[in-house]
T-cell receptor, first 116, second 115 residues
């Protein structure tokens, strides 16, 4: 089975520009998560989709970040306008588990975003 | 609130020796899962090992084992017979049953295996 796919793998944009990251979860996984790791810091939770619904978006840093998951399949994370502090690696993960399932996720390879 | 602490920003180990990466956690949930992930320089997150809070035995996966001490709230990763390819960042993480939206990660430990 195909794993979690993220695109692009790298992106370099100028401050003020817009970038859209995409995540294709494992087919059939209802749960989709976005995380990010800013350079040298911890991996932080951003948000969680269950199918097309946002279950928890408490980790979204501000309103420059917009995540969507139309149709409950792939998800996009748009940053508009990008700021220097948005640089980091953005990870997507998916899982099949129902509420209470403690098993781990399958992570994508991440998108390394550099804002210059 | 959940918190994961990895106190070793960097570790060195000689090839073929064993190394222990520390992880302590804090949660008020009685049921939780503990995970270790490896992140090589290529960037992907690779799942290594899982320990459930009610598991009676310590988890093992090949050269990886998890030294789970529930009373001390520690979940140290032990890598036996280190290989050069083990050089990477290692993250400890936790999910709690009643907060399963949010897998919390530690700050990570960078392991370097010396030839």
């Amino acid at each position: 089975e195909a794993g979690v796919t993220q695109f692009p793998s790298h992106s370099v944009i100028e401050k003020g520009q817009t970038v859209t990251l995409r995540c294709d979860p494992i087919s059939g996984h209802d749960n989709l998560y976005w995380y990010r790791r800013v350079m040298g810091k911890e991996i932080k939770f951003l948000l969680h989709f269950v199918k097309e619904s946002k279950q928890d978006e408490s980790g979204m840093p501000n309103n420059r970040f917009l995540a969507e998951r139309t149709g409950g399949t792939y998800s996009t994370l748009k940053v508009q306008p990008a700021e220097l502090e948005d640089s980091g690696v953005y990870f997507c993960a998916s899982s099949q588990g129902i509420a209470g399932d403690l098993y781990g996720y399958t992570f994508g390879s991440g998108t390394r975003l550099t804002v210059v | 609130a959940q918190k994961i602490t990895q106190t070793q920003p960097g570790m060195f180990v000689q090839e073929k020796e064993a190394v222990t990466l520390d992880c302590t956690y804090d949660t008020s949930d009685p049921s939780y899962g503990l995970f270790w992930y490896k992140q090589p320089s290529s960037g992907e997150m690779i799942f290594l090992i899982y320990q459930g809070s009610y598991d009676q035995q310590n988890a093992t996966e090949g050269r990886y084992s998890l030294n789970f001490q529930k009373a001390r709230k520690s979940a140290n990763l032990v890598i036996s017979a280190s290989q050069l390819g083990d050089s990477a960042m290692y993250f400890c993480a936790m999910r709690a049953r009643y907060n399963n939206n949010d897998m919390r990660f530690g700050a990570g430990t960078r392991l370097t295996v010396k030839p």
